[in-house]
């Protein structure tokens, strides 16, 4: 159980990112699109969900920088996301929702919101980033996430990045076989990151512009892929990779059809809300984000 509630989070959000009303309290800016999710066949080997008997399900995705800052920097490094609503057959809903980070920030809301208390201003309205750098030589969870983000440039567009759902999810087949797993997702047309030349030379916003194009010239596609865990291999803690030798298994393909508009504003990409056929983990940080989306979709809907 987290010390941390939701609602403590979101307040910490809008003090970070400053009051937004009526905008996503955090991955404030994005692009919206939609797509067709073609499932792999096989997978029904792993789960009775409905989507994977569908030759193809539509889907609408929200792509987007993970900060509160509506207008945030496309040049800076750090999370972006992809979020993704499978509408299968009857109306089951099954979301998808990742950051481009391979590892969450910290092992679970408590130290999330430690670390990102030492990213508030101080009376001198700077980051005391020797405090930041403090927090995270002392919690050693934070610290994979560190230093991809020092590694990493952010991606050249939103269609050349690489997504991870982090958490442990379970796969439960019509046995009631429940196999444990994690998913990414792969750019078909390869990970391309901006160099550091570009960094200094891109505008802030180039991120839509480049997607936009690569979407006009030769379309979006990823291929989601199943990590299939071992036992001993961790299940609720979202800051550490699993190791790298990991069978895996295709999960099927996403094929942007239309990009731009709204058809994401009413949307709560809250990643608990998944068909029948897909378990959640214990991890606390999963579990913390139902509550937290839901408050913050409460929010933006009352221009709050
Ligand atoms: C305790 C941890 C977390 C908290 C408190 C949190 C909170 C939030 C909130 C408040 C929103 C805005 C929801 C809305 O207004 O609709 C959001 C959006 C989002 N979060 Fe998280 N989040 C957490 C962890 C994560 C993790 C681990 C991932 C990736 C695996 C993630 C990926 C995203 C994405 C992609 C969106 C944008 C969804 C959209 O486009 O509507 N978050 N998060």
Redesign the pocket.
């Known amino acids: 159980q987290s010390n941390t509630t ?1 609602m403590e ?2 307040e910490l ?1 809008e003090k970070l990112s400053g009051k937004q009303p009526g905008i ?4 404030a800016n ?1 692009l919206c699109a939609t797509a067709n999710f073609v499932p792999n066949p096989a997978m029904s080997e792993y789960s009775s969900a409905s989507i994977f008997t569908q030759e193809t399900v539509p889907a609408t995705i ?1 792509f ?1 920088m ?1 900060s509160g800052n509506p207008s945030a920097d496309q040049r800076a490094s750090g ?1 972006r ?3 993704i609503q499978l509408a299968g057959p009857n109306g089951e809903l099954h979301n998808i ?3 481009s980070t391979p590892i ?1 920030a910290a092992k679970n ?1 408590d130290v ?1 919101f430690g670390l990102l208390q030492t990213l508030l201003p101080g009376e001198n309205g700077q980051v005391d980033y020797a405090k930041v750098g403090q927090y995270i030589a002392t919690h050693p969870s934070t610290q994979p996430l560190a230093q991809w983000q020092q590694t990493t440039n952010p991606p050249y567009s939103f269609g050349t990045s690489k997504f ?4 442990t999810f379970y796969f439960v087949n019509a046995q009631g076989t429940e196999t444990m797993f994690r998913w990414h997702i792969t750019p078909d047309a390869g990970e391309r990151l901006i160099t550091n030349e570009e960094k200094a030379a891109l505008p802030a916003e180039f991120l839509n512009n480049h997607t936009t194009e690569q979407f006009n010239q030769d379309g979006i596609s990823f291929t989601v892929t199943a990590t299939i865990g071992q036992e001993g291999d961790t299940t609720n803690d ?1 800051s550490q990779a699993w190791p790298t030798d990991r069978d895996t298994i295709e999960m099927g393909k996403i094929t942007l059809t239309e990009i731009g508009g709204d058809a ?1 504003t009413p ?3 809250d ?1 608990n809300v998944m068909a029948s056929g897909f378990k959640a983990s214990d991890d606390p ?2 579990r ?2 139902s509550p ?2 839901a ?3 409460g929010k ?1 809907l009352s221009g709050q």
Do not use: E, Q, T
Request: aromatic share 16%; net charge positive; hydrophobic share 50%.
């Open positions: 939701a989070m979101v959000f996503r309290k955090a991955h994005g929200r987007s993970g999370a996301g992809m979020a929702v990742g950051n969450f809301p999330f991870f759902g982090l958490h979202p994401c949307i709560n990409f990643p940080v999963l913390m984000r937290a989306y408050i913050s979709f933006r």
